[in-house]
């Protein structure tokens, strides 16, 4: 079962965006490994809360232009 954990800022994406994850993931799998693993495959969206994730020693915060409506 072909499976994507994708990890974003809490709120930074929409539903619509979200779906469009899911649906576009979906198909890239399908493209590699054939229709067949289409019912199988999983994608999993979470969302990570502000400060919850960081780099080079710096935690992330999404400033409030950038979050999803």
Do not use: C
């Amino acid at each position: 079962m072909p499976f994507a954990n994708f990890k974003t800022p809490e709120g930074a994406l929409s539903k619509t965006q979200k779906e469009e994850i899911v649906h576009r993931t979906t198909a890239m799998f399908a493209e590699y490994f054939g229709e067949a693993v289409r019912p199988y495959t999983m994608v999993l969206i979470e969302e990570v809360k502000d400060g919850g994730y960081g780099r080079a020693d710096e935690v992330y915060e999404v400033p409030e232009a950038w979050r999803a409506g």
